[in-house]
């Protein structure tokens, strides 16, 4: 121990200072950056939502009323015609009809 560190004895503190510093900062600089970063998604939100919606409709675009309508009367003909066809064996007769109805859509 030299005189200097008598004299100065913040000259001596200094270096072990910096070292609790810089690792209170190591320490933080992680939970900075995650504040920011959902702030930032706070912010933006509305923004970001509207561009994964978009995404969304580009790659499944919605259908239209007539595509909807379309797509309806198709599933009912097919519930019918699966319906004839297990009736085919017990009521030949009601099969028929069953079909008839069908192919008017």
Known sequence: ??????????????PAAEMAVS?????????LGMGI???VLVVFKPLITG??????LVISPRQTKD???ASR????????NNVARELDSTSPSMAAELRALASRG
Request: charged share 10%; hydrophobic share 65%; net charge positive.
């Open 1 to 14: 121990m030299s005189f200097l560190t008598l004299a100065f004895p913040l000259q001596s503190a200094i």
């Open 23 to 31: 690792s209170v900062v190591g320490a933080a600089r992680p939970l």
């Open 37 to 39: 970063l959902a702030t």
């Open 51 to 56: 561009l994964l919606r978009a995404a969304l």
């Open 67 to 69: 595509e909807k309508v």
């Open 73 to 80: 009367n198709m599933r009912n003909i097919l519930a019918i």
